[in-house]
């Protein structure tokens, strides 16, 4: 099994950045594809962002391509979420998300393993 715990998480003003992390322990890192889910209040979790295991297939929601690059670090056990130009309907918990040989990475049941969450508020 895999551990995965996101960090990053925090309060930001319109316009600013974040990034965030999701450290794995466990397996390595380089077994799985990886992905990036948000839940708002209210709201069912959806795609962020997805990165294949060698980092060459990238996949990003509609919401924000253009503001969010995800990106890995093999040899770190760890994969990251660099959020720019926030804005307040960015506001939610984020979750990181492993899972190995996903042919659907924008489908939140192709993935086996969660992170906690972290908090993302965005403030106008």
């Known amino acids: 099994q895999v551990q995965l715990v996101e960090s990053g998480g925090g309060l930001v003003q319109v316009g600013g950045s974040l990034r965030l992390s999701c450290a794995a322990s466990?397996?390595?890192?380089?077994?799985?594809?990886m992905g990036w889910f948000l839940q708002a209040p209210g709201k069912e979790r959806e795609f962020v962002a997805a990165?294949?295991?060698?980092?060459?297939?990238?996949n990003y929601g509609a919401s924000v391509k253009g503001r969010f690059t995800i990106s890995r670090d093999n040899a770190l056990n760890t994969v990251f979420l660099q959020m720019n130009s926030l804005k307040p309907e960015d506001t939610a918990v984020y979750y990181c998300a492993a899972g190995g040989l996903i042919t659907r990475p924008t489908s939140k049941t192709a993935y086996d393993y969660w992170g906690q969450g972290t908090q993302v508020t965005v403030s106008s």
């Open positions: 466990g397996r390595a890192l380089s077994s799985y594809d």
């Open positions: 990165i294949s295991r060698s980092g060459g297939v990238i």
